[in-house]
């Protein structure tokens, strides 16, 4: 008999184990309801009586053994894996990363601003929750404007009006208040409209605004900076042309129009067969608004404009339907990976 508990022991101390699996069956063998050490219990039984009090201790003996080295497998299997964890194993193939991309709304204000600092133009910002004075009085708004209606602007709060801007032309206001001529600025933001979401209108969207203010400052620098604009923006024979219209912050005004990047000219559904689309607003700042900032018109002059930033990257990248800049469809964003 003490020759099985011999190789029961040796068995216990030369056990070793490098995962879970082997350590399971270390458990049933040794340490388990129905284990070895428990059927030499069930034996004692037959033992001659002079014999019995020497087995119970060697059976005893046998069973604290198995206990600490299952103690001492489960240690060593714990310290392994921590210091796996130190040191991860560096001949596995490595996990593919998928890159991100820069959204393309992104990738057209980034451009913006990169055509307008070469020529001397800054970054400013302002608020998207605007008051009543930055957003409509100081820009010469009437009191009766129906931009002022609560069913074209997200109102915040009535008397005094504080509400979400409803253009970057606010920030124009915010520039002038506080810097001293000469000012070259480009503003971009998000701006707010209570419209209904379709294909080509948001109740959100992106507008780029820039100003211009110095002594004498004309009408043919406000062309010359956007001619020069579009052409880096999109291809040098890329057309643009004017047409007069009306804001309250300047006079005079004019609506700024490029030819169609989709047909070319030649005629689509996005230009509605004309050839060209709008891309934004422009003119001369009111001599009405330069007052109301403390800068004296007599003496200074500037230009301003006002782009949508969707419709740019729209035309730029030939894309249909706004809602797909919101929409976090991967598969859309992929396709500008590169930019
Ligand atoms: N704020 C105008 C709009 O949202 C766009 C605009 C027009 C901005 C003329 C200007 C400007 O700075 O001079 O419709």
Redesign the pocket.
């Known amino acids: 008999m003490s020759d099985r508990f011999k190789e029961l022991a040796e068995e216990i101390k030369s056990f070793s184990v490098s995962n879970d699996e082997q350590l399971e069956s270390y458990r049933l063998r040794f340490i388990g309801r129905k284990n070895i050490i428990g059927d030499l219990f069930a034996q004692m039984r037959d033992v001659p009586n002079e014999e019995k009090k020497a087995f119970g201790q060697s059976v005893n003996e046998l069973k604290n053994l198995a206990q600490e080295k299952f103690q001492e497998l489960i240690n060593g299997l714990n310290s392994r894996e921590a210091e796996e964890e130190d040191h991860p194993d560096l001949t596995l193939p490595p996990v593919d990363n998928e890159f991100g991309s820069i959204h393309p709304l992104t990738a057209t204000r980034q451009r913006f601003i990169q055509i307008f600092e070469r020529i001397g133009f800054n970054v400013s910002s302002g608020p998207e929750i605007e008051d009543d004075w930055h957003n409509f009085t100081a820009l010469n708004f009437p009191e009766n404007h129906p931009a002022r209606e609560m069913q074209d602007t997200f109102f915040i709060e009535k008397n005094p009006d504080i509400a979400l801007r ?4 606010s920030v ?1 206001i915010r520039v002038m208040e506080n810097e001293k001529p000469p000012i070259r600025t480009l503003s971009p933001g998000r ?1 707010f409209r209570n419209e209904a979401i379709s294909a080509r209108a948001h109740c959100v969207f992106h ?1 780029m ?3 211009y203010i110095d002594k004498n400052v004309s009408f043919a620098d406000l062309k010359q900076t956007l001619y020069h604009f579009v052409k880096e923006m999109f291809t040098k024979d890329t057309k643009i042309r004017f047409r007069p219209s009306y ?1 309250p ?2 006079e005079p ?1 004019a609506e700024i129009d490029i030819s169609c990047q989709i047909c070319h000219g030649d005629g689509c559904n996005i230009c509605k067969y004309t050839g060209w689309v709008e891309i ?4 001369m ?1 009111d001599p009405n608004v330069l007052k109301n900032c403390g800068i004296d018109p007599e003496e200074y002059s500037g ?4 782009m949508g930033i969707e419709r740019i990257t729209m035309l730029r990248y030939g894309i249909k339907d706004l809602r797909l800049f919101t929409e976090n469809d991967v598969r859309f964003l992929k396709q500008f990976n590169s930019l």
């Not at 409803?166 to 032309?169: A, D, G």
């Not at 230009?303 to 006002?306: K, L, R």
């Open positions: 409803t253009h970057t032309s124009q701006v507008q605004e820039g100003l804001f912050f300047t005004s934004g607003g422009s003119g700042v230009f301003a404009f006002g």
